[in-house]
């Protein structure tokens, strides 16, 4: 069945770096998008980051902008989100989300805690 498994969160200082990933199974990665959202405590679910199927266009909140990078290896079924310079307000729990035959699929999310 089509899932998806993020990893590479834990903690960091503030200024540090974390690579996300999420790996694919069950579904052909390389003919979705793929998105990266995260939920603080509190907050409601944002949308990080995007990357369209060939991975020749992505988008990025202006809060990560600069920072994040979103990409993509289809031959390994996985997508990654490179975070540098993280700040406190980056703590969240990330998830990555494809949305297939017009059915959302969510991650179970992976921790970010940056902090000193």
């Known amino acids: 069945q089509t899932q998806l498994v993020e990893s590479g969160g834990g903690l960091v200082q503030p200024g540090g770096s974390l690579r996300l990933s999420c790996a694919a199974s069950g579904f052909s990665l390389g003919y979705y998008d793929i998105s990266w959202l995260r939920q603080a405590p509190g907050k409601e679910r944002e949308r990080v980051s995007c990357i369209s199927s060939s991975g020749g266009s992505t988008f990025y909140a202006d809060s990560v902008k600069g920072r994040f990078t979103i990409s993509r290896d289809n031959a390994k079924k996985t997508v990654y989100l490179q975070m540098n310079s993280l700040k406190p307000e980056d703590t969240a729990v990330y998830y990555c989300?494809?949305?297939?035959?017009?059915?959302?699929?969510w991650g179970q999310g992976t921790q970010v805690t940056v902090s000193s």
């Open positions: 989300k494809v949305v297939v035959d017009s059915r959302p699929y």
